[in-house]
């Protein structure tokens, strides 16, 4: 059976099974709490308890700076906070693709469900997750400046093209992950080692000249600094870039799509 693989049928799919990507969507997010007394409050306490311990680590302990003048803790941890919910979302969605597929056999022999909304769902998760962190960043931020940039508007621009990657990333790796079952292992050690080789916990400006082009090769390089710009300084994100990012999300998300549906016709023999 031949599937389609153009972006127009992925909308279509998606739209077609709208409700049933939102109830699993909500049953994912349920299930992964399911039984623990705090339930969906993981989903900030979690970014919370890795906040302070980072913000422990690199602030107080290696004394890590961002470069602002009258510079204390609470705004290293605000600027770390918001670096974190921004990479936290492309980590998460990475974590779990390559477990998208095997841990749901039945679905793949069912001839009539459409396995393409599997990364979907996987993607709705996460951006609740975000969600959920960004009202937090929100909350503290107001507290500790007793107002917002405007420019923090502008977050959903610079979140598109991670989107964009990143789904197109997960279409990949589902499918991998039917036939190399280390991937979903690999996954791990390959996002701590993105956590470190991205100005997570550093701006770019502190990174030596020589060294920078190595750090730039990293595409999430130039978002991380965006997100910082636009929920942080107040100021804009650099529109070429982020043009380019999103078309190159475009491409890498048709890509991935393409490479899932070629390969899931050999999904129920593996499995």
Known sequence: MNHPTSL???ILSVFKNRQLVLQMTKRNLLGKYKGSFFGLLWSFINP???LGIYTFAFSVVFKAKWGLKEEGHIDFALILFASLTIFNLFGEILKESPLLIVSQPNFVKKVVFPLEILPIINLLSALIHSAISLCVFLLFYGIAHLALPVTILLLPLVVIPLVLISLGISYILASLGVFLRDIGYF????ITI????SPVFFSLDR???KFRYLM???PLAYLLEDARSVMIFGKYPN???????????LCLLILGYWWFQKTRKGFADVL
């Open 187 to 190: 996954m791990t050690h390959i």
């Open 216 to 218: 730039l090769a990293n």
């Open 207 to 209: 990174i030596p000249e």
């Open 8 to 10: 127009k049928s992925l």
């Open 194 to 197: 993105l956590l470190f080789t």
């Open 48 to 50: 919370l308890f890795m």
């Open 239 to 249: 529109w070429n870039v982020l043009a380019a990012y999103t078309a190159l999300g």
